[in-house]
RNA sequence: GCGCCUGUAGCUCAGCUGGAUAGAGCAACGGACUUCUAAUCCGUAGGCCAGAGGUUCGAGUCCUCUCAGGCGCGCCA
């Protein structure tokens, strides 16, 4: 609707030009809005007002101009004011909306589904959490954030990747295997110091038990160094396991998990530091080997090869990255905590070093989450072990309602999520209301069929141009909108855009609901307006869908 | 000290990347169930958009500064 009426404008804008009354062919970008106010119509262009300078006339007069010569041949527009400093804005006829309620029911599952990303592949990656304890509500955001955003792009014809990265290098692997280790002393009544950079979590003692149980006598048998690598690698499987279940457990998959120890494995951390240092892109100093990453807009340079001759993470972070565009991925995003957003800039300019366009790498950063209870905060001290981890917040108030409230928070806002209300079945918890929606239409349906004689399939041809009350050409209007909300998220990244758009078209339901019967002693009527309200269960359970809600019949 | 994010109704948050008179839910108050599910609806009340300047036809939105909160500033990961 939007599209064409801007179209018909620009017609309006070339006739007016062409017959003199406009004084520039220079239109710009004609930009359609909706009104916040009723009485400023459906849509509205402010053409008027943009063009004023480049036209060089008073927006009244190019407004006239605009309207005089307008031609409307599908009969949308039912009146045209002007208003305001200059605003123009069209009232469309009730029987225009009719034919995205056909769309709706022709595309069904893939109403909305705008072609932005043109068969391009993209990748999230997202949570990517280390393998060195349970994950907890932060992640859960991230978690929930990337997977949506991933279910978003693919549904805007980006054939979309999700991947997770695993740390399995590096220190803090070695410092878990320790942790282990010191615990199985312990328990195996070898008194030890237990240091505080060590892991202190009690998942600790649970992963040392079961590793005692199955190879008790062998871990005591090797040197330490060994041991702590054994107890290091069984730590890692085991608590990467756990992960993965818990994000399965959130509706969660990957298609990858990507190893950083592979990337030594296979030399790409050496090819990646050769090759920069070959484009000159790359120094040594002091010892140790440095990115220019200032060349490219961080703020300093920064180290990739330690004096001691390690590499440093941001090293294996440049060469995922390499890799990531090695295999065929024209645009990347990255979904972080916030708490990482000092390290954008440098991969940011690594990117760029590389050859890569700013449009091709994309960071998401999820703010950080506090978990309250009735308003009060959970204290959570990861140092000494004790947080309420993830899985402990899903079981406690449910899949959906914990990914509903992931997503109707921009994910740069900070979050409080309050476990009492999440677990609340009211409208503190918008979930259970777009839901509510759904159910109730299943509902009618099943009765339309039992009672009425009415199945799903005699709702594909009825009278539409019965539909003629407010709240009806409302909720066809409403689903109008969904085409453009779902590729507002993707341009945007901003999942929470679905979530919202999802809350107002229940809301539009919820009022009709109440003010009108769907089945009504006029057969025709029922069928009419059960073709309505189908495909309102038809959108919200698409959308419902791309957020990883569940759509159930009954509640 | 420097950088990033946040600041909108009593509370939790939107505000479509500059548009007209600022939006929703919760909480408060008053109404609507003999009906397709009241997990719903209708109404009332609630605002110096943190503050001050600036940019322009027009600012919650863009720029500068100030204040408050969060996060980050390692040859750690």
């Not at 469309?92 to 022709?106: D, F, G, N, T």
């Not at 282990?180 to 979590?201: H, I, K, N, S, W």
């Not at 999440?422 to 509902?443: F, L």
Request: hydrophobic share 40%; glycine share 8%; aromatic share 10%.
């Amino acid at each position: 609707m939007k599209n064409t009426l801007e179209k018909i404008v620009r017609r309006a804008a070339q006739a007016a030009y062409t017959a003199g009354d406009l004084n520039s062919g220079d239109f710009g970008d004609i930009v359609i809005e909706e009104p916040k106010v009723a009485s400023h119509g459906d849509f509205a262009t402010n053409f008027a007002l943009t063009g004023a300078s480049t036209q060089k006339m008073p927006p009244n007069k190019i407004a006239e101009a605009i309207i005089r010569h307008m031609d409307d041949p599908e009969q949308l527009i039912r009146d045209t004011q002007i208003a305001g400093p200059g605003f123009i804005n069209f009232f469309i006829s009730p029987a225009a909306w009719l034919p995205v309620l056909q769309a709706v029911h022709e595309k069904g599952a893939l109403f909305g589904a705008v072609n932005i990303g043109r068969g391009r592949r993209v990748q999230v990656e997202f949570v990517s959490a280390n393998p060195t304890g349970p994950l907890h509500v932060g992640h859960g955001r991230g978690a929930v954030v990337g997977d949506a955003l991933a279910a978003i792009l693919n549904f805007c014809g980006f054939i979309t990747d999700r991947e997770y990265y695993i740390n399995d290098a590096g220190r803090q692997i070695r410092t878990l295997g320790s942790s282990v280790y010191l615990r199985c002393m312990e328990l195996a009544g070898r008194a030890t110091d237990f240091p505080e950079d060590a892991y202190q979590g009690e998942y600790i003692y649970d992963i040392a038990r079961s590793l005692m149980d199955e190879k008790n006598a062998a871990l005591f048998e090797m040197d330490a160094d060994s041991a702590v690598d054994a107890c290091a690698r069984y730590a890692a499987d085991k608590i990467l396991e756990n992960i993965r279940t818990d994000l399965k457990n959130l509706g969660i998959g990957f298609d990858t998990w990507f190893s950083e120890q592979s990337l030594y494995d296979s030399g790409k951390v050496a090819e990646a530091i050769r090759v920069l240092l070959e484009k000159n892109l790359a120094y040594e100093a002091e010892g140790a080997t440095w990115f220019k990453s200032s060349l490219f807009g961080d703020e300093k340079d920064r180290v990739i090869v330690r004096g001691n001759g390690l590499t440093t993470y941001f090293a294996s972070d440049i060469a995922y990255h390499m890799d990531k565009y090695d295999r065929g991925y024209e645009r990347v995003i990255d979904v972080w905590g916030a708490d990482h957003h000092g390290y954008v800039p440098r991969l940011t300019a690594a990117i760029t070093a590389m050859g890569r366009e700013p449009e091709q790498f994309r960071v998401v950063l999820a703010h950080l989450v506090n978990l309250v209870r009735q308003g009060v905060p959970v204290s959570m001290s990861t140092r000494a072990g004790q947080f309420v981890t993830l899985r402990e917040v899903v079981d406690e108030v449910g899949v959906d309602a914990a990914r509903f409230i992931f997503l109707t928070r921009h994910h740069e806002s900070p979050l409080d999520f309050d476990l009492e209300l999440a677990k609340q079945k009211t409208n503190e918890n918008p979930v259970y209301y777009v839901q509510y929606v759904y159910a109730r239409i299943s509902s009618i349906m099943k009765k339309a069929a039992a009672e009425h004689s009415i199945g799903s399939h005699d709702v594909d041809d009825p009278m539409l141009a019965m539909l003629t009350e407010p709240e009806e050409i409302q909720l066809m209007k409403q689903m109008a909108k969904y085409p453009e909300a779902v590729a507002g998220a993707a341009k945007m990244m901003e999942p929470h855009r679905v979530a919202y758009y999802l809350m107002e078209l229940a809301a539009a339901f919820h009022a009709y609901y109440n003010k009108h019967r769907v089945l009504t002693q006029d057969n025709e009527l029922s069928r009419s307006r059960l073709c309505l309200v189908k495909g309102v269960r038809t959108v919200i359970g698409n959308g419902l869908t791309l957020l990883g809600v569940s759509t159930p019949e009954t509640m």
